[in-house]
């Protein structure tokens, strides 16, 4: 079992940047970022592995959001550019062993942080 720690979640303007942060208590193979909006399910927003760095990004979000990583610092984060009010979500950090885009691939998730973009 892996521990995940999110942080970097606020309240941005349309159009703002935010870098969100999660940290493991080990080095999983997979992490990525899933986020819910109010009322909606849980959806894919990107996964990297973490040897090789190879990414894989939701549409809605490719060419506006980038994950990267630090394994000395068994982090994963999210450049999120050019937010959007439907970008408002509680945004999680998941981790695993594949670079899948069902919530149920993820046996390992953390709190979840809460980003909300106002217009």
């Known amino acids: 079992q892996v521990q995940l720690a999110e942080s970097g979640g606020g309240l941005v303007q349309d159009g703002d940047s935010r870098r969100l942060s999660c940290v493991a208590s080990?080095?999983?193979?997979?992490m990525g970022w899933f986020r819910q909006a109010p009322g909606k399910e849980r959806t894919f927003v990107a996964t990297?592995?973490?040897?090789?760095?190879?990414?894989r990004y939701a549409p809605s979000v490719e060419g506006r959001f980038t994950i990267s990583k630090d394994n000395a610092k068994k982090t994963v984060y999210l450049q999120m550019n050019n937010l959007k009010p439907e970008d408002t979500a509680t945004y999680f950090c998941v981790a695993g062993d594949f670079m899948r885009e069902a919530p149920s691939e993820y046996a390992n998730w953390g709190q979840g942080t809460q980003v909300t973009v106002s217009s």
């Open positions: 990297i592995r973490m040897i090789g760095a190879r990414t």
């Open positions: 080990g080095l999983p193979t997979v």
